[in-house]
C-alpha cells in the first residue's frame, strides 16, 4: 500500500485579522488604517474590517464613567470576537480591550472579554511578533532620520518597546535616533490634558524639545493621541519635525502631509 506525499508546496493559511481602526484615526488620521491594512497585507494576514465597529469606550472608562462604557465594551466584543486575531494601531486602545475590558464587565461578558483579550495585540506587536513579517527581496523603505516616543499605555500595560524600533530596521533599514526620556508621558493622557493642561503643556513642551535636541526629521509613535499632542506643540512653537504614525513609515507614506501639517 502507497501512501500520497504530502504537498510541502503548498503556503501556511493566511492568519485572520479584524482591524480595530479607533476613533483618532478614523476621525483624524485614516491614512494610519490604510497603512495598517497595507502591512497586515504584506505580512499575509487576509483583513477584515467590522462596519459596525464604535469606539472601545476608554474616554468614558477613564473619566469613571463605567455604566457609559460597559455598552460600548459589549457591542466591540460582538463584533470582533469571530476573528482569529484583534489588530489595533493604538497602544491605549489595545490595552483598553485587553486589561480593562475582563475589570469592567462581569459573568459570560468577563468570559467573552478574557477570550478577545487573549487574541488582541497592538500593531507593531501583531506584525512582529506574531506575524514576524520580512522585508524579503523588496528594498527598504528609504527614511529620513527618526525619534521615537514610547507611550505610556502601550510601554506599561502592553510592553511594547522593541518591536517598532525591530521593524523599522527591518523594513526600512533605519535605527532610530533615542531621544531623552523617551518612556516619559508627553502630557496627552486622555482625559489628563484638559483637566490639568498647565502641567500637560510643561510636559509635551519637554517631550518636543527632547525629540527636536536628537536632530531626527521625523518623530513616530504608535498612539495617534500622543502625536497629535506634539504635534501641535510643535505647531505653535514653530518646530520644523515631522511627527507621523509608525504604520506609516513603515509603508512609506510620507507624500501625505505630517500631523498637524496641510489642510
Known amino acids: 500500500m502507497t501512501s500520497t506525499p504530502t504537498d510541502q508546496s503548498s503556503p501556511p493559511p493566511a492568519l485572520k485579522v479584524a482591524l480595530f481602526i479607533t476613533c483618532l484615526a478614523d476621525l483624524f488620521r485614516p491614512s494610519v488604517a490604510f497603512a495598517s491594512i497595507k502591512l497586515l497585507e504584506q505580512a499575509g ?10 469606539c472601545c469606550g476608554q474616554p468614558a472608562y477613564n473619566t469613571g464613567d463605567f455604566e457609559s462604557s460597559a455598552p460600548l465594551a459589549r457591542q466591540l466584543i460582538q463584533q470582533f470576537e469571530y476573528a482569529d486575531y484583534v489588530v489595533v494601531p493604538s497602544g491605549s486602545c489595545a490595552g483598553m480591550i485587553c486589561h480593562h475590558y475582563p475589570r469592567l464587565l462581569a459573568g459570560e461578558w468577563r468570559e467573552r472579554a478574557l477570550q478577545l483579550a487573549a487574541k488582541t495585540f497592538e500593531l507593531t506587536t501583531f506584525l512582529n511578533d506574531i506575524a514576524r513579517i520580512r ?54 493622557g486622555g482625559t489628563f490634558c484638559a483637566k490639568m493642561p498647565e502641567i500637560s503643556g510643561k510636559m509635551v513642551g519637554d517631550k518636543l524639545a527632547n525629540a527636536v535636541a536628537t536632530k531626527a526629521r521625523i518623530l513616530a509613535g504608535g498612539d495617534l493621541g500622543c502625536l497629535l499632542n506634539i504635534a501641535g506643540r510643535a505647531k505653535r512653537s514653530g518646530e520644523d519635525i515631522e511627527v507621523r504614525h509608525i504604520a506609516e513609515l513603515l509603508v512609506g507614506d510620507l507624500d501625505s502631509p505630517a500631523i498637524g501639517q496641510g489642510k
Open 45 to 54: 494576514c487576509e483583513v477584515t474590517i467590522p462596519l459596525k465597529q464604535t
Open 135 to 188: 522585508r524579503g527581496d523588496r528594498p527598504a523603505v528609504a527614511l529620513p532620520t527618526v525619534t521615537y516616543h514610547d507611550s505610556c499605555a502601550g510601554l506599561r500595560e502592553l510592553g511594547v518597546k522593541a518591536q517598532p524600533r525591530a521593524l523599522l530596521k527591518e523594513l526600512c533599514d533605519r535605527e532610530v535616533s533615542e531621544l531623552q526620556q523617551s518612556e516619559v508621558c508627553c502630557g496627552f
